[in-house]
T-cell receptor
């Protein structure tokens, strides 16, 4: 039961660098999500995808890019990292409707 | 648009005491409601969910929540707190039709004192 895995789990990068966070799920869920977690804000949706090649913006999409060429993968790219993007990033997936959304273990990103 | 308000960013109880974590929601359609728990340095784990069946929902680890439409609430309770319940708890709402996107509350940190 591999579930949903994120990599890297921990990353330190410099301002201005490009960073890609990977997300892989083994359930063939159609929906995938990226959230960021910051103190005082809970979890906020960055981007989501309803199926391969279909993506849409969430609440805080600026500075991020996503793609979904395969159902099982949903990478998140920070094109030019800023300190304000220091956060914990969670990938999640669901089969849709009111079904449970399952979360990965998180990727801790620090931008210095 | 959907939203969630969790009353109290920090709640402290004694071991064996009642746990009550409050959640109010706003939704333009009948909602799906969820409670997740997060232990330090881990992801989110589903405690329970409401999807328009029974209004009293039982979850894992002895937690339950009651959906009250008239009060737009979905409070989480546990009769007797255990030390292992110390964690952060998130209430979330989904309108289902919008692709299951969850909107989260800001979370409540539960401390259990011996």
């Amino acid at each position: 039961d591999a579930g949903i895995t994120q990599s890297p789990r921990y990353k330190i990068t410099e301002t201005g660098r490009q960073v890609t966070l990977m997300c892989h799920q083994t359930w063939s869920h159609s929906y995938m999500f990226w959230y960021r977690q910051d103190l005082g804000h809970g979890l906020r949706l960055i981007y989501y995808s309803a199926a391969a090649d279909i993506t849409d913006k969430g609440e805080v999409p600026d500075g991020y890019v996503v793609s979904r060429s395969k159902t099982e993968n949903f990478p998140l790219t920070l094109e030019s990292a800023t300190r304000s993007q220091t956060s914990v990033y969670f990938c999640a997936s669901s089969s849709g409707g009111g079904n449970t959304i399952y979360f990965g273990e998180g990727s801790w990103l620090t931008v210095v | 648009a959907q939203s969630v308000t969790q009353l109290g960013s920090h709640v402290s109880v004694s071991e064996g005491a009642l746990v009550l974590l409050r959640c109010n929601y706003s939704s333009s359609v009948p909602p799906y409601l969820f409670w997740y728990v997060q232990y330090p340095n881990q992801g989110l784990q589903l405690l329970l969910k409401y999807t328009s069946a029974a209004t009293l929902v039982k979850g894992i680890n002895g937690f339950e929540a009651e959906f009250k439409k008239s009060e737009t609430s979905f409070h989480l309770t546990k009769p007797s707190a255990h030390m292992s319940d110390a964690a952060e708890y998130f209430c979330a709402v989904s309108e289902g039709t919008s692709g299951s996107r969850l909107t989260f509350g800001e979370g409540t940190q539960l401390t259990v004192n011996p």
